[in-house]
């Protein structure tokens, strides 16, 4: 059941500002055997969103009411988190008094298999480039146009996912993930100071190797550093960390560190008992 403003819903208005412009933010996790991973990050990354983009986000409490009225008995489930600008009159500009919509939707758990984890995945190279905007980097904004586009330019099921690059042919991230390189021990992911979304495992990834001793590296990312990478890697909140094994042409079969950064965010998670609090 989907909770809007904390009351079972299952509609949103016509003229909500996320449906009209995308005017919003959210966040997307996970709950298992009642468990909602990694909630203090996505909380505070939430917060962060709604402050860049001046929306009331809720308090801890009214979250946590919602989503157990929204699961009800379930126990394993994917949310989606929704701060919208709320309802407005035609045109852009912000209502002169706003109140903010908020949302809770659960959905089925991710269903991915095993091996993408274990032996890895394949990817591709978007035609899509990103465009800058650098009010709006980092922020997981409502407006995902980008990412709907790159997504379906391919229907290949061996394809898990697509590389974006911005159009200066920078390398960004996937249509749904964080892009992660190694080499020579160092870990380097891409700079979201123009573009893209900061998620929440791409800074607990970035902890984990720090707290591991390796150089972390958050930069400039090209083409060519990424085929010359002697491991890539892709995370998100549901997937956890993927190992890349296949770009076009290039192979990639063994994973030593990004096994050691697997083990280290296992042995590290974050949860809240969601039905125990």
């Given at each position: 059941m989907m909770v809007v403003n904390g009351v079972g819903a299952n509609t949103v208005a016509v003229l909500d500002r996320g449906l009209m412009y995308g005017d919003g933010v959210f966040r997307?996790?996970?709950?298992?055997?009642?468990?909602?991973?990694?909630?203090?990050?996505?909380?505070?990354?939430?917060a962060e969103d709604c402050s860049a983009l001046q929306l009331d986000c809720p308090p801890e409490t009214d979250w946590l009411a919602a989503l157990r009225q929204a699961l009800g008995t379930q126990r394993d489930a994917t949310l989606k988190l929704m701060v919208t600008r709320g309802c407005g009159t035609r045109g852009y500009r912000y209502p002169e008094y706003?109140?903010?919509n908020w949302m809770v939707l659960p959905s089925p758990p991710a269903d991915y298999p095993p091996e993408c984890g274990g032996s890895g995945v394949a990817v591709r190279l978007c035609e899509l480039r990103l465009g800058w905007q650098p009010r709006l980097a980092g922020i997981k904004h409502l407006n995902r146009l980008e990412n709907v586009l790159a997504r379906n330019e391919w229907d290949d099921p061996a394809i898990r996912e697509g590389i974006l690059l911005d159009h200066a042919g920078n390398v960004i991230e996937g249509t749904m993930s964080n892009l992660l390189l190694i080499r020579d021990g160092r870990l380097l992911t891409?700079?979201?100071?123009?573009?893209?979304?900061a998620g929440v495992m791409r800074d607990l990834v970035l902890q984990a190797a720090f707290d591991l001793g390796m150089e972390v590296e958050v930069g400039r990312v090209s083409l060519q550093q990424l085929l010359q990478a002697e491991e890539v890697g892709l995370c998100n909140s549901l997937i956890g960390l993927w190992p890349v094994r296949a770009l076009g042409e290039r192979r990639w079969?063994?994973?030593p560190l990004l096994r050691q950064l697997q083990l280290a965010l296992d042995e590290s998670m974050c949860h809240l008992e969601l039905f125990g609090v």
């Open positions: 997307t996790l996970a709950l298992r055997d009642g468990k909602l991973l990694h909630w203090p990050q996505q909380l505070r990354k939430l706003q109140r903010c891409p700079a979201l100071d123009q573009c893209g979304v079969t063994v994973f």
